[in-house]
Each structure stands twice: as structure tokens, then as C-alpha cells.
């Protein structure tokens, strides 16, 4: 495994080196698939060995079959996830049935996929938001929402949602209703959240790809923490529909993976708005997955060891920045130092009010829907106070708060606009422990969104300003746990975010690393 602070110079370590010969190896070794598929064990090898794009080319060309992916996919879910947690719900019998009748076409074809139980509506699978309220209440949906079918459209086979802490208001995942996700590389520390079960599953193996989604860091920290991609792409890349906006542009939805080439083409099969939808970023032409594989020109790159709140950063993240800063200057590109600056504070402040407006809106929609009064027993108690909360504030306050957001986000693009890329921490901290942090059981509202500032510092200001952000996992703490850098990049420009991030795929390889909790320690 490599050791990410052991360097010459610029140069990659003999450790790196070796990784980056392992995957060219096992590249050329998947090259010359044919006829090694004969056994379980041989499919569960090559299951594991794949990442989306190449399990859907398997399957399209009969290598192995959608029955034996979904198959092998089961199988791993049910061995990891009493360790994890990371899946809450599972429909095997439905997706045994889509991948016997469904065709093999789209470029995720017959790929097992978990979709993300928040806000997410998919036949068949009822959303609970991990909520006692919608668990009780809310019934599954006869049809998909337009990501869903878009994901189907690709070929995904979805076998269930992912845990996430509730109505994803946290950066962990600790939800009452289904107990805590565990990170496969320390069972002791968080995955992340609020995609934290997404992030779980993918970084163990049980699925290539999952769905996730960001309103103040929520792909991009259990990326970070469960060592894998995730790109928050730009505010309207995504439709919402049928939902008309969430968090007034704030949240956004896309995936966590493990290759820079997943995240691409899942970006192409899913992007892409409706007529009428407020936020309309131009189409990438040829598409991302074709850009992600161009190379780079030369380019502006910022970059920032510092969290905009002041909060210190743990010395190895920073280190890490550092370490991409150089070698990104080795090769060629205008690179400086720049720390982020507007007023966090008076856009945090705004921020979380908004957030509780729009979650008082949406369980009072949800109650008015359901024919029942909200209870505050049927809430965690952070949760009842942030609706209470949006209760509370009138509606001139809330055009203020709006008003302050966008002003906020004007800021922070004219900040850094003169940077092609800029790079920052994901958080202040490598995964923490479960039970330390993000507290829902707390009833203070302002006591717990004082503390969340802390880690969301380096997030939420691209969730304001609407522009892609991505999480790369490039390096590992002294502890063997992950370790995230996060690229930014101009609204709409998600193209170079992925140009950069295939250069550093290459460069700072992570695909030889696996957690402690994986399938692949039975199929070595």
C-alpha cells in the first residue's frame, strides 16, 4: 500500500510505482478475459475486479450474464451488510426479474446498482428518508422519478436503497430508525453521510456504483472518507424532477464510484434538464466520459490548505494538498496559493434557515399528503427543532436568507473565477468515530449547526455558488484510513474536474488499495 507522505520531490514513491504497475497488470489481465469465466468463483473475481463501465461491456458481450452479476452482488451484500449497515432496503426479487427481461443495452447494462433513500423515487422501493415519520406514513411509488429512469435507461438494476441519517442532515450516517453505517476500512468510524451507505457499499465491493447526493457536502465527504470518487456536479446538471427545485439549487444529485471513467459515464446517462427548470448549465459536447479521456491544457490551479471558518486541518491533509499543488506545477500548470474568502458566517447563517424552511415545507406537504398531523415523537429531535424552526421564520426573512445565498455564491465564483481549478480539504478531519459527531438527538437547533459549520466549511460553499466539485481519493492518513482532496471548478465546467481527476488517477493511483471489510479478501 502506498504511503502518500513519502516522496521524492515531486515523483511518485517505489510504493506508488508498484501500485500503478498492479492496476496496468490487472488492466491488461481483464484485456484477456475470454474464457476464464467458468466457475462462481471466477464470476465473483471479475465482479470485483470491474468497474461499471467494464462490467456493462462484459455483460453486453455475454462474458458473464446480468443473472451472475446481480447474483454475485447479492451474495457480497448479504455477507458485508450486517457489518456495515450500509443497506436498508433490498427488492432481489424485482431486480432478478429486470436482469432476466431486461435488454442489453445502455452502457451500464445488467450493472448491479444501489439508488439512495432520500428523495428518491423508485417503483417499487418506498423512500423513508430514514424517518420514523415517512416509514410509517409514505407508501411505495408506482412509477419512477426522472433520474431513475434515466439510471434503468442505462441498464442499472437497482437492488435497493442505501442507509443515510435523517432527511440527510448530517455528515454521518446515524439514523435511529436503521442504526449506524459503518466505514469498511475502520468499522469504528463513520462513512460519511449523508450518502454514507452509498459510500459504504461502493468502497466494499458490494456494488460499482450507487446513487448519491449533495446539499452541503454529502457526496463529496463520505467520498473522502470511504476512499472513493464523488463529483457534485453543477447546480441544473441533474434534473429533480418531478420535485421543481430542492434547497432553491443547493442540493443536487449524481453518484459515488471508484473510477474517475464510472462517475463520467454515469454523468452522461443521467444529466440533463427539462424544459422550464430554473438552472440550465451548456451541454457538454460529445459528452463527459469522451472529455474526462482528453488531455489537459494548461492550466490555472488555486489552491488552499486552510478552511474558510478557521477550523484547524488535520497536518495530513494538508500535506496532501501541498503534494498535488507541486505536482500539478511539475507538469506545466500556473499554480498559487489562495485562500477562499467570503463572509461564511452571513451565508452559513442563511444557509441553514433556508434548509429549515424547505424541510418544514416538505414534511408538511408529506403530512398534508398522508392525511396525518406531524408528531414530534415521529422525528429525532434535531430534526423536530429544524422543523420547528422553519415554522418560525417569516416570509421576509426568508426572501433576506435567499437574497443573502445568492449573493454569498456571486462571491465565492468571483473569488476563485481566475482558477481553471481550485483545491481545498474536503473536511478538517479524516473519519471520526461513530457516536462522536452530528449528534440528532441533540434538540438545539442552532447548538448543532454551529458544530456541522465546522466540517462543512469546505463544502457548502460550492452547494451555494452552484459550481462542480469533486472528491478525489488520493492519499491515506498515517492510521491506513482515506484521505480526500477536493477540486473545484467553474459552474457548468465539470468537463476539466474530470480531465484533471483522470490525469491523478494515473498519477496517484488508488485502485490497488482495499479497506479491511471487502469481498475481494475470499476471491484473492
Same mark, same amino acid.
Given at each position: 500500500?502506498?504511503?502518500?507522505?513519502?516522496?521524492?520531490?515531486?515523483?511518485?514513491?517505489?510504493?506508488?510505482?508498484?501500485?500503478?504497475? $498492479?492496476?496496468?497488470?490487472?488492466?491488461?489481465?481483464?484485456?484477456?478475459?475470454?474464457?476464464?469465466?467458468?466457475?462462481?468463483?471466477?464470476?465473483?473475481?471479475?465482479?470485483?475486479?470491474?468497474?461499471?463501465?467494464?462490467?456493462?461491456?462484459?455483460?453486453?458481450?455475454?462474458?458473464?450474464?446480468?443473472?451472475?452479476?446481480?447474483?454475485?452482488?447479492?451474495?457480497?451484500?448479504?455477507?458485508?451488510?450486517?457489518?456495515?449497515?450500509?443497506?436498508?432496503?433490498?427488492?432481489?426479487?424485482?431486480?432478478?426479474?429486470?436482469?432476466?427481461?431486461?435488454?442489453?443495452?445502455?452502457?451500464?447494462?445488467?450493472?448491479?446498482?444501489?439508488?439512495?433513500?432520500?428523495?428518491?423515487?423508485?417503483?417499487?422501493?418506498?423512500?423513508?428518508?430514514?424517518?420514523?415519520?415517512?416509514?410509517?406514513?409514505?407508501?411505495?411509488?408506482?412509477?419512477?422519478?426522472?433520474?431513475?429512469?434515466?439510471?434503468?435507461?442505462?441498464?442499472?438494476?437497482?437492488?435497493?436503497?442505501?442507509?443515510?441519517?435523517? $432527511?440527510?442532515?448530517?455528515?454521518?450516517?446515524?439514523?435511529?430508525?436503521?442504526?449506524?453505517?459503518? $466505514?469498511?476500512?475502520?468499522?469504528?468510524?463513520?462513512?460519511?453521510?449523508?450518502?454514507?451507505?452509498?459510500?459504504?457499499?461502493?468502497?466494499?465491493?458490494?456494488?460499482?456504483?450507487?446513487?448519491?447526493?449533495?446539499?452541503?457536502?454529502?457526496?463529496?465527504?463520505?467520498?473522502?472518507?470511504?476512499?472513493?470518487?464523488?463529483?457534485?456536479?453543477?447546480?441544473?446538471?441533474?434534473?429533480?424532477?418531478?420535485?421543481?427545485?430542492?434547497?432553491?439549487?443547493?442540493?443536487?444529485?449524481?453518484?459515488?464510484?471508484?473510477?474517475?471513467?464510472?462517475?463520467?459515464?454515469?454523468?452522461?446517462?443521467?444529466?440533463?434538464?427539462?424544459?422550464?427548470?430554473?438552472?440550465?448549465?451548456?451541454?457538454?459536447?460529445?459528452?463527459?466520459?469522451?472529455?474526462?479521456?482528453?488531455?489537459?491544457?494548461?492550466?490555472?490551479?488555486?489552491?488552499?490548505?486552510?478552511?474558510?471558518?478557521?477550523?484547524?486541518?488535520?497536518?495530513?491533509?494538508?500535506?496532501?494538498?501541498?503534494?498535488? &499543488?507541486?505536482?500539478? &506545477?511539475?507538469?506545466?500548470?500556473?499554480?498559487?496559493?489562495?485562500?477562499?474568502?467570503?463572509?461564511?458566517?452571513?451565508?452559513?447563517?442563511?444557509?441553514?434557515?433556508?434548509? &429549515?424552511?424547505?424541510?418544514?415545507?416538505?414534511?408538511?406537504?408529506?403530512?398534508?399528503?398522508?392525511?396525518?398531523?406531524?408528531?414530534?415523537?415521529?422525528?429525532?429531535?434535531?430534526?423536530?427543532?429544524?422543523?420547528?424552526?422553519?415554522?418560525?421564520?417569516?416570509?421576509?426573512?426568508?426572501?433576506?436568507?435567499?437574497?443573502?445565498?445568492?449573493?454569498?455564491?456571486?462571491?465565492?465564483?468571483?473569488?476563485?473565477?481566475?482558477?481553471?481549478?481550485?483545491?481545498?480539504?474536503?473536511?478538517?478531519?479524516?473519519?471520526?468515530?461513530?457516536?462522536?459527531?452530528?449528534?440528532?438527538?441533540?434538540?438545539?437547533?442552532?447548538?448543532?449547526?454551529?458544530?456541522?459549520?465546522?466540517?462543512?466549511?469546505?463544502?457548502?460553499?460550492? $452547494?451555494?455558488?452552484?459550481?462542480?466539485?469533486?472528491?478525489?481519493?488520493?492519499?491515506?492518513?498515517?492510521?491506513?484510513?482515506?484521505?480526500?482532496?477536493?477540486?473545484?471548478?467553474?459552474?457548468?465546467?465539470?468537463?476539466?474536474?474530470?480531465?484533471?481527476?483522470?490525469?491523478?488517477?494515473?498519477?496517484?493511483?488508488?485502485?490497488?488499495?482495499?479497506?479491511?471489510?471487502?469481498?475481494?479478501?475470499?476471491?484473492?
Amino acid at each position: 500500500m502506498a504511503d502518500c507522505f513519502e516522496l521524492d520531490v515531486i515523483g511518485t514513491s517505489s510504493n506508488e510505482r508498484k501500485e500503478r504497475g $498492479n492496476c496496468n497488470s490487472l488492466r491488461a489481465s481483464n484485456a484477456k478475459l475470454e474464457n476464464i469465466v467458468n466457475t462462481k468463483t471466477d464470476i465473483m473475481r471479475v465482479y470485483l475486479e470491474q468497474d461499471a463501465v467494464g462490467l456493462g461491456r462484459l455483460i453486453k458481450a455475454k462474458e458473464i450474464s446480468s443473472i451472475e452479476a446481480l447474483d454475485a452482488a447479492v451474495e457480497i451484500l448479504e455477507r458485508l451488510n450486517p457489518e456495515l449497515n450500509a443497506v436498508s432496503q433490498t427488492c432481489f426479487d424485482v431486480a432478478r426479474e429486470c436482469a432476466r427481461t431486461t435488454s442489453r443495452g445502455g452502457v451500464f447494462s445488467g450493472v448491479p446498482f444501489l439508488a439512495k433513500d432520500l428523495a428518491t423515487s423508485a417503483a417499487g422501493l418506498r423512500t423513508t428518508n430514514s424517518s420514523k415519520f415517512f416509514s410509517l406514513h409514505n407508501s411505495a411509488p408506482a412509477v419512477d422519478n426522472e433520474v431513475v429512469t434515466r439510471m434503468r435507461k442505462s441498464g442499472l438494476n437497482i437492488l435497493g436503497f442505501t442507509n443515510v441519517p435523517e $432527511n440527510g442532515w448530517s455528515l454521518t450516517t446515524e439514523p435511529k430508525l436503521n442504526g449506524p453505517t459503518r $466505514n469498511p476500512w475502520n468499522v469504528g468510524r463513520t462513512a460519511g453521510g449523508s450518502s454514507g451507505g452509498a459510500a459504504a457499499a461502493v468502497a466494499a465491493g458490494i456494488v460499482p456504483l450507487a446513487e448519491a447526493s449533495d446539499a452541503a457536502g454529502s457526496i463529496r465527504m463520505p467520498a473522502a472518507m470511504c476512499g472513493i470518487v464523488g463529483l457534485k456536479p453543477s447546480r441544473g446538471r441533474v434534473s429533480v424532477s418531478p420535485a421543481p427545485d430542492f434547497f432553491h439549487g443547493g442540493a443536487v444529485f449524481l453518484c459515488l464510484s471508484r473510477t474517475v471513467r464510472d462517475t463520467a459515464a454515469y454523468l452522461d446517462a443521467v444529466a440533463g434538464g427539462l424544459p422550464g427548470e430554473p438552472y440550465t448549465p451548456a451541454e457538454q459536447q460529445d459528452g463527459f466520459l469522451a472529455a474526462s479521456q482528453l488531455g489537459l491544457r494548461k492550466l490555472r490551479v488555486g489552491f488552499s490548505l486552510a478552511s474558510p471558518d478557521g477550523s484547524p486541518v488535520d497536518s495530513q491533509i494538508s500535506a496532501g494538498i501541498e503534494r498535488v &499543488a507541486r505536482l500539478l &506545477a511539475s507538469h506545466g500548470h500556473d499554480v498559487e496559493a489562495h485562500d477562499l474568502k467570503f463572509d461564511i458566517l452571513d451565508c452559513w447563517s442563511a444557509f441553514t434557515r433556508m434548509a &429549515a424552511v424547505q424541510t418544514a415545507g416538505f414534511v408538511e406537504n408529506g403530512a398534508a399528503s398522508f392525511g396525518v398531523e406531524l408528531r414530534s415523537e415521529e422525528f429525532e429531535p434535531y430534526t423536530w427543532s429544524g422543523i420547528q424552526k422553519g415554522r418560525s421564520i417569516d416570509a421576509l426573512t426568508h426572501a433576506r436568507d435567499i437574497d443573502a445565498i445568492r449573493r454569498g455564491g456571486i462571491d465565492i465564483a468571483k473569488d476563485i473565477h481566475a482558477y481553471d481549478v481550485f483545491i481545498s480539504p474536503v473536511m478538517r478531519r479524516v473519519a471520526f468515530g461513530i457516536g462522536t459527531s452530528f449528534d440528532m438527538s441533540c434538540g438545539d437547533w442552532e447548538r448543532y449547526n454551529a458544530e456541522f459549520l465546522k466540517d462543512a466549511a469546505c463544502l457548502f460553499p460550492f $452547494n451555494v455558488s452552484g459550481q462542480p466539485a469533486i472528491s478525489l481519493p488520493l492519499f491515506q492518513s498515517d492510521e491506513g484510513l482515506p484521505i480526500g482532496i477536493q477540486f473545484a471548478g467553474r459552474y457548468g465546467d465539470e468537463a476539466t474536474l474530470l480531465q484533471v481527476a483522470s490525469v491523478l488517477e494515473q498519477e496517484l493511483p488508488w485502485s490497488g488499495r482495499v479497506p479491511t471489510v471487502h469481498a475481494a479478501s475470499d476471491f484473492s
